[in-house]
T-cell receptor, first 115, second 112 residues
């Protein structure tokens, strides 16, 4: 158990819909990261937050948005869903935002299926 | 982002040492070398990281070349539970490009 909690574990929805994925980081971790993993794309970095502020951005679509709340939990919002958005979405957390901060702890992921 | 190059796949016998190579010729002075692994149906798991000196922990050892353009993850005695995809990643220190970008990794198969 990494200490990172992601909900829901599984989600099935239809094209055009909107979903919210939630992540609770490990106690004491200030930085949260979101990754998307699909079969043909591997692990793709989406976005990183540190203590409520956006820190780094990857190839996150405009239809996707995220935020980190004062209690440090984070939400990833996916809207106007397309079939290609079906993937595993991972959240990770770390104490510090940079490489010297050591390891990222990953949650078990939220599996999104868009039909 | 500085890129890393890893073999797509490797095989090793159980209870033998495994050396997983990684080339990162464009590494900058402030980049840390991180290794993660992903077991089937699980999220990535941290293995080890280092900057310049070799590092050891309970899971593995990390050997970093003197010029830092390559590194090797060493599993001292592979078990079947070590079968996973291993990712070598460069990550800037604070103030740099801090995101952790995964490549395609090396799929390690352990032969009983």
């Amino acid at each position: 158990d990494s200490g990172v909690t992601q909900t829901p574990k599984h989600l099935i929805t239809a094209t055009g819909q909107r979903v919210t994925l939630r992540c609770s980081p490990r106690s004491g971790d200030l930085s949260v990261y979101w990754y998307q993993q699909s079969l043909d794309q591997g692990l793709q970095f989406l976005i990183q937050y540190y203590n409520g502020e956006e820190r780094a951005k990857g190839n996150i679509l405009e239809r996707f948005s995220a935020q980190q709340f004062p209690d440090l939990h984070s939400e990833l919002n996916l809207s106007s869903l397309e079939l290609g958005d079906s993937a595993l979405y991972f959240c990770a957390s770390s104490v510090a935002p940079g490489g010297e901060g050591g390891e990222l702890f990953f949650g078990e992921g939220s599996r999104l299926t868009v039909l | 982002d500085a890129k890393t190059t890893q073999p797509n796949s490797m095989e090793s016998n159980e209870e033998e040492p495994v050396h997983l190579p990684c080339n990162h010729s464009t590494i900058s002075g402030t980049d840390y070398i991180h290794w993660y692994r992903q077991l089937p149906s699980q999220g990535p798991e941290y293995v080890i990281h280092g900057l310049t000196s070799n590092v050891n922990n309970r899971m593995a050892s990390l050997a970093i070349a003197e010029d830092r353009k390559s590194s090797t993850l060493i599993l001292h005695r592979a078990t079947l539970r070590d079968a996973a995809v291993y990712y070598c990643i460069l990550r800037a220190g604070l103030g740099g490009n801090e995101k952790l970008t995964f490549g395609t990794g090396t799929r390690l198969t352990i032969i009983p």
